[in-house]
């Protein structure tokens, strides 16, 4: 009679467990992604002898120069470039602006915003724009550079991947702050 009572009483706290046990519901986790960490950049001098303009440039990039001063910096372990293009001013400055321009705000579409900040350098002659573009875009940071007169400087990040913010931002914030080295050391030849 105990054992019979026993796994009645069993039964019904087994019963009563499950009931009121799961009250919320079951969500699945979202997707992770993987944390990116990147070493403290080291920069060296880089030149051509071909081209009118020197800059510092991450150790870990390789550049290729193309024949006209246009340039890729690779950053392999990123999966990712950075494209310098090279145009000589021609009395057509205010063409060249427009295009650098119309080429950053191609991407708000995609874009969730597009931060300006102006760069000026009276020392080096070295004038210009950097563009901080949040979210899904093809290019996360843009920038370009002038002395107004002689020469004209555009570049544009790239990773050779589908745009995914949150997944290449540690790549993104590491070459934005490439840019931004870049331009402050970027110093027209003579």
Same mark, same amino acid.
């Given at each position: 009679?105990?054992?019979? %009572?026993?796994?009645?009483? $069993? $039964?019904?706290?087994?019963?009563?467990?499950?009931?009121? +046990?799961?009250?919320?519901?079951?969500?699945?986790?979202?997707?992770?992604?993987?944390?990116?960490?990147?070493? !403290?950049?080291?920069?060296?001098?880089?030149? +051509?002898?071909?081209?009118?303009?020197? $800059?510092?440039? =991450? /150790? &870990?990039?390789?550049?290729?120069? !193309?024949?006209?001063?246009?340039?890729?910096?690779?950053? @392999?372990?990123? =999966?990712?470039?950075?494209?310098? /293009?090279?145009? @000589?001013?021609?009395? =057509?400055?205010?063409?060249?602006?427009?295009?650098?321009?119309?080429?950053?705000?191609?991407?708000?579409? &995609?874009?969730?915003?597009?931060?300006?900040?102006?760069?000026?350098?009276?020392?080096?002659?070295?004038?210009?724009?950097?563009?901080?573009?949040?979210? =899904?875009?093809?290019? %996360?940071?843009? $920038?370009?550079?002038?002395? +107004?007169?002689?020469?004209?400087?555009?570049?544009?990040?790239?990773?050779?991947?589908? @745009?995914?913010?949150?997944?290449?931002? @540690?790549?993104?914030?590491?070459? &934005?702050?490439?840019?931004?080295?870049?331009?402050?050391?970027?110093?027209? !030849?003579?």
């Amino acid at each position: 009679m105990f054992l019979k %009572q026993f796994r009645t009483y $069993f $039964f019904i706290a087994f019963c009563c467990g499950i009931l009121f +046990s799961c009250k919320e519901e079951v969500l699945p986790k979202p997707d992770g992604f993987l944390a990116l960490d990147y070493d !403290k950049p080291d920069y060296t001098a880089y030149t +051509s002898t071909d081209c009118p303009y020197e $800059f510092m440039k =991450n /150790t &870990k990039a390789v550049v290729r120069y !193309k024949s006209d001063c246009s340039a890729v910096l690779e950053y @392999p372990e990123m =999966n990712g470039a950075l494209y310098l /293009t090279y145009r @000589p001013v021609n009395n =057509n400055i205010k063409e060249l602006l427009v295009d650098a321009q119309k080429l950053t705000y191609e991407h708000v579409v &995609k874009a969730d915003n597009i931060a300006e900040e102006k760069y000026v350098n009276d020392y080096h002659g070295v004038y210009g724009m950097f563009y901080d573009v949040a979210g =899904n875009a093809a290019s %996360q940071s843009q $920038f370009y550079v002038t002395d +107004s007169t002689s020469h004209f400087i555009t570049g544009s990040i790239y990773f050779n991947v589908t @745009p995914n913010y949150d997944s290449i931002l @540690p790549a993104a914030a590491y070459l &934005k702050n490439d840019i931004r080295h870049l331009m402050e050391s970027l110093k027209w !030849k003579k």
